[in-house]
């Protein structure tokens, strides 16, 4: 089941690709861990178990992890705190889990410092260009249908609180669309509980992001492959080494649509009410946290070349920009985005 609209499309190949390129790793090897997480797939790789877990202890413990996050942000159970949110018209502060307040309160930092181009309030415009979970066509709206859309939209309509967690609409009819953070959100929440538990190497991936800890048996650093921006093929564009950090991609050239030869993306830019249109294919942010790391990754897609690696230089971001030329790509890195190996 798609729990998250968009999300399934994405598919999780970073990690099998930095398996590859890891090459071999210690004599016992990992344990490894996969399943299904908000809409999307997992895998978790795992040196040097602590004695007093075992792999299928640990198994449990990320699918409890999982299930947490789930219930909170899955648009697709109507029991979630989200569905609730967004069914409910009240104005009222709205009790949430921490968990909950926390990505919203992100996703308000990233809307800022992005100039309002990441917006988890975009749910309407969504719904509306087929990415949401309403099942609509996938055809272009009229321009009446997009300005009713964003009547909703912007996210000084909806205020937080962490301590109680609780979070506000200022408008009744506001709803979230949490898809472009809650992968990263949940990559932080089984890091988070993985080091609560006393382990010390691992790599967590759901859906693509990615978040590292430690290196494999011998120091070697975790290597993450950047996928090409193609939708036709899955090839590495470029090689990089992740320790003790998070990485998460956004592009848009595999959730889209097509009218009359021209491309849709389900990336949608809160100023137009329209998917981007410009030649940024994909985006790669390096941050502590891959909550940040994601939104940041949407929010720069969505400004664009240009505005996007001058708010990456402006807050010393680590990116890796990729944009689509006349005959390939153009890559261009901003921070301390490590060096990598251009495969191309
Ligand atoms: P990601 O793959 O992390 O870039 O997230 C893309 C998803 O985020 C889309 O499928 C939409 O559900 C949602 N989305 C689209 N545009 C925006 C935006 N401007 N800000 C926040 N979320 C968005
Ligand atoms: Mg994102």
Request: aromatic letters at 6%.
């Amino acid at each position: 089941m798609k729990l998250f609209p968009g999300l399934s499309v994405k598919v999780a190949v970073l990690l099998v690709l930095s398996v590859f390129l890891g090459g071999c790793g210690s004599e016992q090897g990992p344990v490894r861990l996969q399943g299904r997480a908000i809409g999307t797939t997992y895998s978790i790789l795992v040196y040097g178990l602590p004695e007093n877990l075992t792999s299928e202890s640990l198994d449990r413990g990320v699918k409890q992890v999982v299930a947490g996050v789930n219930s909170a942000m899955s648009l697709f159970k109507p029991d979630s705190e989200l569905s609730r949110f967004n069914a409910c018209n009240e104005t009222d502060w709205f009790p949430v889990s921490r968990e909950l307040a926390e990505v919203v309160s992100t996703a308000k930092e990233v809307n800022r410092m992005t100039g309002g181009a990441f917006d988890i309030t975009v749910a309407p415009l969504v719904n509306l260009w087929g990415f949401g979970p309403d099942k609509r066509p996938e055809i272009v709206p009229s321009e009446a249908e997009i300005k009713q859309a964003s009547a909703d939209v912007g996210s000084n309509l909806v205020e937080v609180r962490l301590d109680p967690p609780a979070i506000k609409k200022l408008k009744p009819g506001l709803t979230l669309d949490l898809a472009a953070i809650a992968k990263g959100y949940c990559v932080d929440a089984v890091s988070n509980w993985l080091e609560s538990r006393g382990v010390s190497g691992f790599m967590v991936e759901i859906g693509g992001e990615i978040r590292t800890r430690g290196t494999k048996p011998g120091n070697v650093p975790w290597r993450i492959a950047v996928e090409k921006p193609v939708s036709m093929e899955r090839s590495v564009q470029a090689v990089i080494s992740l320790t003790d950090k998070a990485m998460a991609t956004s592009g848009d050239y595999r959730n889209y649509f097509e009218v009359g030869g021209k491309r849709y993306s389900h990336i949608i830019d809160p100023t137009t009410g329209r998917p981007i249109t410009h030649k940024l294919v994909s985006v790669s942010v390096i941050d502590a946290t891959c909550s940040r790391a994601d939104a940041l990754a949407t929010g720069l897609t969505v400004l664009g070349p240009e505005k996007g690696a001058a708010v990456a230089r402006k807050y010393n971001l680590s990116v890796f920009f990729i944009a689509k030329t006349a005959d390939g790509f153009a890559e261009t890195a901003t921070g301390n985005f490590p060096k990598h190996e251009t495969l191309n």
